[in-house]
């Protein structure tokens, strides 16, 4: 069986380090993290509609939700994150908020009966107290981990976030490996939704593979922050877990990339040409063969076969033209 239909929601932006997205290989830390308030960029925060034939509407991470973007220091108020994190973080025009942004494709939050979480960072779980009801699906290590501290400061999952979840449905990838990854979880026993284990930005960060007619979507959360994050020795994300583990991530998922041809990757925080013409494709919930091919054509033009960059794709900080702090990326 292949899903139905995968719709992107947009569910508002986040102002972030330009280092924290493009730092990494040159050890952008958590200090810089804190500090650097002259270098920051927005970029949008996406979760993921899928329609499937028999279990419904299924949702792959929630997004943020109004009170982390409306009253930001009062939410976290008595954690780190009131003081790390700017009061202007977080976009969330009504709009985007998780219920419109259902209620545009004929649902309510109580009809989501299945959440799959890729991972527990904050701009991931913000509107997961709308589904207390749901079963949330996520990688066995990321549950165990969920009281830990990452970074040593700041929590895997804010308590505030994640206490409304009555069923958590922790997995184990214990089905036949395919591309790169040695085990996969078939979430749904039908071959629809495979979950992929691509730990190293958080200690059990999944990735969901979704089955579609004559075409496949990778959805890897923040295991990579856009397209460009596939060339992993030119780009890369600040480290927020283990590095190693990060770079096998990635390592895998270029392989899956070669293995399956009509692959395409839907990050949630892709701010490139390629994100933005993917998910402004697939608002009818699929890709045509046209968009599809545009992609692989982007690909090539942008990737040798050994995944390096073509020079003129690399990315670089522009500053705002009114001199202010948050620039754009060229």
Do not use: C
């Not at 924290?20 to 500090?35: M, N, P, R, T, V």
């Not at 990339?257 to 608002?283: C, F, I, K, Q, W």
Request: no cysteine.
């Amino acid at each position: 069986m292949t899903a139905s239909k995968v719709f992107p929601l947009r569910i508002g932006r986040t102002k972030v380090p330009y280092g924290q997205f493009y730092g990494g290989l040159g050890d952008f830390s958590i200090a810089e993290f804190a500090e650097d308030k002259d270098h920051f960029i927005r970029v949008p925060i996406h979760a993921f509609l899928i329609e499937h034939a028999e279990r419904g509407p299924v949702l792959v991470d929630t997004g943020i939700g109004p009170e982390q973007a409306g009253e930001h220091a009062r939410y976290y108020r008595g954690s780190i994150m009131e003081y790390l994190m700017d009061d202007d973080e977080y976009e969330l025009p009504a709009g985007e908020r998780m219920e419109a942004q259902l209620a545009r494709h004929g649902y309510r939050p109580a009809d989501v009966q299945d959440v799959v979480i890729t991972h527990f960072h904050e701009d991931h779980i913000g509107a997961l107290n709308l589904f207390p009801h749901a079963q949330v699906h996520l990688g066995r290590a990321e549950y165990e981990a969920r009281n830990t501290k990452a970074l040593g400061l700041i929590p895997l999952a804010y308590p505030r976030s994640i206490e409304a979840v009555r069923h958590w449905r922790p997995v184990d990838f214990t089905d036949p490996g395919i591309g790169g990854f040695d085990g996969s979880a078939d979430l749904f026993g039908d071959g629809s939704l495979v979950l992929l284990p691509t730990p190293g930005h958080s200690p059990g960060s999944t990735s969901v593979l979704v089955r579609m007619d004559g075409y496949d979507v990778l959805l890897p959360g923040d295991a990579m922050y856009t397209i460009q994050h596939l060339a992993l020795d030119q780009v890369r994300q600040m480290q927020t877990a283990d590095a190693g583990l990060f770079a096998d991530s990635i390592r895998r998922i270029q392989w899956l990339h070669r293995a399956l041809p009509n692959l395409v990757v839907l990050t949630s925080h892709d701010h490139t040409r390629y994100g933005e013409h993917l998910r402004a494709a697939m608002a009818g919930g699929g890709l045509s063969e046209a968009d599809l091919a545009w992609a692989k054509a982007w690909e090539r033009d942008t990737f040798d076969p050994v995944y390096n960059l073509n020079p003129a794709k690399l990315p670089r900080f522009v500053p705002a033209a009114d001199g202010g702090p948050v620039g754009q990326v060229a």
